[in-house]
C-alpha cells in the first residue's frame, strides 16, 4: 500500500517554464488537495477536489491549473514558472471526514 | 477569515517529561481539528483527529482536547521520548467540509536526553 506518492521530489526550473507535478493515492479516497509550504507562512491550500471532474481554488490558486481526470491522480500544473513559486509542495487525500495522508513533498527551485 | 495560532514556536525540554503543545483559531465554526507531526525533510503524519462534537482524543501518550468555545486545542505528550522531536502542527476544517484545512505554523518540538 503506497498511500500517497509526489514525482519529482526535487526540481529546478527557469523563470517562465511550465512543469507538472504529480500526484496519486490508491487509496479510493475521494477528497485530494495540494498545499504549499513555505517558511513563516505555514501551509496554505492551493486546489482540492472533491471528486473526478471537480475541483476548486484554494487559497493560493494564482499560477497553478489542476484537473481530476481520475480518482487516483491529482497533477498540479505551473503554467509559467516564478520565482515566488519556490516552495516544498505537499498533495494530500482523504475520505469525508477522516484524517488527512500527505505525501513526501515535492521541492521546487525556480531561478 | 480563519487563522491557527501555535505557541510556542519552538520548545525543548529534558526526555520523560510531561508536555502541553497549543493551538488556537480565531473561528469557532470548525468540522474538526487535526494534529500532524512533520521530520525534517518529511511529509506530515495525521497524529489525532477531533470532531467538533467530541472534546478529546488518545492514542498512546498522546491525548488532544478541543474546546470550541474558546478556539483551543491542546496537544498532551506524556513520558517524551528523544524520538517525539519533530514539528506539530495543528489543522482546523472550516464547516464547509471538503478537508480544507487551515494550518497553524507549527511548534518545533526537541526532547533532549
Known amino acids: ?39 513563516g507562512m505555514g501551509l496554505r491550500l492551493i486546489h482540492y477536489s472533491v471528486g473526478a471532474g471537480i ?4 487559497e493560493v490558486p494564482n499560477g497553478y491549473n489542476v484537473s481530476r481526470s481520475t480518482t487516483e491522480d491529482f497533477p498540479l500544473r505551473l503554467l509559467s514558472a516564478a520565482p515566488s513559486q519556490t516552495s516544498v509542495y505537499f498533495c494530500a487525500s482523504s475520505t ?6 500527505f505525501g513526501e513533498g515535492s521541492r521546487l527551485t525556480v531561478l | 477569515k480563519q ?3 501555535q505557541i510556542p514556536a519552538a520548545l525543548s525540554v529534558p526526555e520523560g517529561e510531561n508536555l502541553v503543545l497549543n493551538c488556537s483559531f480565531t473561528d469557532s ?5 487535526q494534529w500532524f507531526r512533520q521530520d525534517p525533510g518529511k511529509g506530515l503524519t495525521s497524529l489525532l483527529l477531533i470532531q467538533s462534537s467530541q472534546r478529546e482524543q488518545t492514542s498512546g501518550r498522546l491525548n488532544a ?21 519533530a514539528t506539530y502542527l ?24
Open chain 2, 29 to 33: 465554526a470548525i468540522y474538526n481539528l
Open chain 1, 96 to 101: 469525508v471526514g477522516r484524517e488527512l495522508f
Open chain 1, 55 to 58: 475541483t476548486d481554488q484554494g
Open chain 2, 3 to 5: 487563522e491557527v495560532t
Open chain 2, 65 to 85: 482536547s478541543l474546546d470550541k468555545s474558546s478556539g483551543r486545542s491542546t496537544l498532551y505528550i506524556a513520558a517524551s521520548q528523544p524520538g517525539d522531536s
Open chain 1, 1 to 39: 500500500n503506497a498511500g500517497v506518492t509526489q514525482t519529482p521530489k526535487f526540481q529546478v526550473l527557469k523563470t517562465g517554464q511550465s512543469m507538472t507535478l504529480q500526484c496519486a493515492q490508491d487509496m479510493n479516497h475521494e477528497y485530494m488537495s495540494w498545499y504549499r509550504q513555505d517558511p
Open chain 2, 90 to 113: 495543528c489543522a482546523v476544517e472550516g464547516i464547509q467540509g471538503a478537508q480544507k484545512l487551515v494550518f497553524g505554523q507549527g511548534t518545533r518540538l526537541t526532547i533532549n536526553p
